[in-house]
């Protein structure tokens, strides 16, 4: 019965979301207030009902109704209730109900918080988002019904599990926050849209488009640092990161939303680099929904797409194609009446910003022409593939001058600047980063290019970012107190890239692996430790069956970790996954994974990873960035009445 | 700035749409070897550390024979490797091996030394000279070459006794016959 209020209640947020797509956009265009003004308790009720949708399924899910084909083919009785959960999203059809479900919570946080907006820009983003919303509903219930039922007498008695790889807390949140990053950038799309048919974009526009794209894009940096942190400890190969067309797919909406997040300052400081954008925007959105196709379709095949069915492939391509061709035409017609009032010189901080963004923008094509390159010569009757080698080669001396770049970028003054003054407050700076390397090459023993490039731009980063901050507060309590969270948002974000950048270096130059079977009681010595293999057990878990070896870490004669990895076989699915342990310290990590028996010992895999754990804390510290500069009071959207004025009487600033 | 520019975006995505719409329903996993029924493409290989002789395309004239690829590197040749030393015990068919990018000369030979050498010849491919001749897109692969020297069978991923006895095992006895 709940199943059935769940799938109406579905189908009609799709008669409402229908009307909020037209009503809406046809009273802006008419100016009749009514049909304007319909667009936000339409957005309400759209939100409702999928709400009550997504909650009857929770509802299945929870109480393991095997009647319903989902439930039974995704979750079991004896989940922990965790995972029974996240099994909602853990299929394609419930992942789906969760995208429409954020499309219509960011939806209705407009109609909520959006009363400071003009009535029409509200009415037009609100009926563009709903748009959006109705091809998915249309594809969710048409190509991908989640509360579809088994006839009774084939109910089956328990369900058939969950993908054992996907039961982890890591990637129990991974989808969401994905999510919540690339519905997010539809904000930034639906005001897009509605800013090219007003034929206006000014920096009241900015400043509304601002936060909602730095939402997405905090949510969609948490989001792929879950995953990436899901696949370095679940998949069991000590990698982070492997230019997997599902993380491509994730990383092109990142840089394109970073790079308009930058662009919209412009156009909010400068009112400038308007044009520029709104494409951005609509490319961002575009990649969000080439990310969606791209694991839902199976055109390319990848380590972790779960969902491969053609027909829904064609519904979404359809879908794709529809959106950024139909919203790029309206670019081609609309956008060069766009004109930019800001003028300003190439040096200067609009400049520098303009440079960081096409770097970012060729970054995003190069990894989209990568991510596409098997499918296009596919097309052409010739089978290759493209790997991590051209994604390090193409993306990496393209961050190398983007990240100098950042370093000098914020030093230098709106519209016109001078280098000279600029470098002149960095060659302390320089001076410090070349101490660096003379440090890093004399004590750490590495002498390699790449890793020099990697901790020279880690440490001019962080440097340049502080230089900066020093310069703005001349570090006085009284003056940073008074600093706006905008400022120390960029701070921290810039400063979180260089810990992330020094990171990454050492996790990915300076790696020591082993391969090796050993017995117990026997010891391998790896990045400066000595583990010894103690004893190898079996354990029976809650679903699974379990090997577990136990290895000492020893440097010297103190015992710095006991780490235990297992393998686990899930007994519904029969299928092994390997479970590391992993022992994180600033220096690095110890990584361990225990495999097959071997003769009288068992296969190990040892690792030393260095500096792993700062690529994380760097995520983290750039998403506390942009969640304090999201609590800028600029952007408090809808407080005060004051601004509701003035958006109301000279949104044209 | 030129109108035109405005254009290209739209373009770009019509064309990348056109592309990925002639490709839906095609399955990427699967590999048809543009190599089936043609002759091995010519190589030379050197021979791996402590053996005299290494390995090229003129030595498959004449028999029937199993080309392996495999690399001390690869997880999975190692679980393959047991059922190789079998097959060389039985004397089924001769095992040629392609020792396939191996970092350093000794890894192989080692390797080979440990889990035993099924193998009447084995070539060193450190750069992947045969491996592209042969189309290889992962270790282990293995191939059925017939007696002229023209491939007949391509096989992806660990060697397994199911795949042996239903698939390859006939294969090769047809081709022994003819």
Known sequence: MITEIGHFALILALSVTVAQAVVPMVGAARGNPLWTAFAGPAALGQLLLIAVSFAALTHAYVVSDFSVLNVAAN??????????????????????????????????????????????????????????????????????????????????????????????????????FLYLGYVGFSMAFSFAIAALIEGRVDAAWARWVRPWTLAAWIFLTIGIALGSWWAYYELGWGGWWYWDPVENASFMPWLAGTALLHSALVVEKRDSLKAWTVFLAIVTFGLSLLGTFL???????????????????????GLLLLTVAGSLALF??????????????????????????????????????????????????????????????????????????????????????DLGPALRRLWFVAAVTLGALAVTGALVGET????????????????????????????????????????????????????????????????????????????????????????????????????????????????????????????????????????????????????????????????????????WTGCLVMVVGGALSLTDRRFRIGAPKRSRLRGAARPAE | ???????????????????????????????????????????????????QRGFSSADLLGQVSLVNVFGSWCIACRAEHGFLVRIKANREVPIFGIDWREKDRTAGPAWLARHGDPYTLVGDDPDSKAAIAFGVTGAPESFIVDRQGIIRYKHIGPLTPEVWTETIKPLIEKLKQS
């Open chain 2, 1 to 51: 700035m030129q109108r035109w520019i405005y254009l290209v975006p739209l373009i770009v995505v019509l064309v990348l749409g056109g592309l990925f719409w002639s490709q839906l329903g095609k399955d990427p996993h699967r590999i048809d070897s543009v190599l089936i029924n043609q002759a091995v493409p010519p190589f030379d290989l050197p021979p791996i550390e402590g053996r």
């Open chain 1, 332 to 417: 081609a017609w609309r956008g060069p009446t766009m004109k930019s009032g800001g003028l300003f010189q190439p040096i200067s901080r609009e400049g520098s910003l303009l440079f960081n963004n096409l770097l970012m923008a060729v970054a995003a094509a190069a990894v989209l022409l990568g991510t596409l390159f098997p499918l296009i010569a596919q097309a052409f009757e010739y089978k290759a593939s493209v790997g991590p080698p051209f994604f390090n080669m193409v993306f990496v001396p393209l961050m190398v001058p983007m990240v100098v770049a950042m370093g000098i970028g914020p030093l230098m003054s709106w519209k016109r600047a």
């Open chain 1, 75 to 176: 979750s079991h009785t004896d989940k922990p209730m965790l995972y029974k959960v996240s099994g909602v999203w853990g299929n394609h059809e419930g992942s789906m109900l969760l995208w429409v479900l954020i499309l219509a919570l960011f939806g209705g946080a407009v109609a909520l918080f959006g009363r400071n907006l003009p009535p029409g820009l509200k009415a037009r983003a609100l009926s563009v988002q709903a748009m959006v919303a109705v091809g998915f509903l249309l594809f969710i219930l048409f190509t991908s019904n989640p509360f579809e039922r088994i006839p009774a007498e084939m109910v089956p008695i328990n369900g058939r599990g969950l993908n054992p790889l996907l039961q982890d807390p890591g990637l129990a949140f991974h989808p969401p």
């Open chain 1, 448 to 615: 390699r290019l790449m890793s020099m490039v990697g901790i020279g731009l880690a440490v001019w980063l962080a440097g340049g970012t502080l230089v900066e901050f020093a310069g703005r507060s001349r570090l006085d309590p009284h003056r940073m107190a008074r600093m706006p969270r905008g400022a120390w948002g960029m701070t921290l974000a810039h400063l979180g890239l260089a810990i992330a950048i020094a990171g990454m270096t050492g996790a990915g130059l300076w790696k020591q692996e082993k391969v090796l079977t050993m017995q117990p009681g026997e010891t391998a010595r790896i990045g400066g430790f000595d583990l010894t293999l103690d004893a190898v057990r079996d354990e029976p878990g809650p679903n699974y069956a379990a090997t577990r070896g136990i290895f000492t870490a020893r440097r010297g004669d103190d015992v710095v970790a006991v780490l235990s990895p297992e393998k686990r076989v899930y007994t519904v699915e029969g299928r092994p996954t390997s479970e590391a342990a992993i022992h994180s310290m600033i220096s690095g990590d110890l990584y361990a994974v225990i495999g097959d028996p071997q003769g009288d010992g068992y296969v190990v895999r040892l690792f030393w990873n260095p500096l792993v754990p700062w690529m």
């Open chain 1, 295 to 317: 694991v839902r379709s199976g055109v390319l095949s990848s380590v972790h797409a779960f969902a491969t069915d053609p027909a829904r492939g064609v519904f979404i391509l």
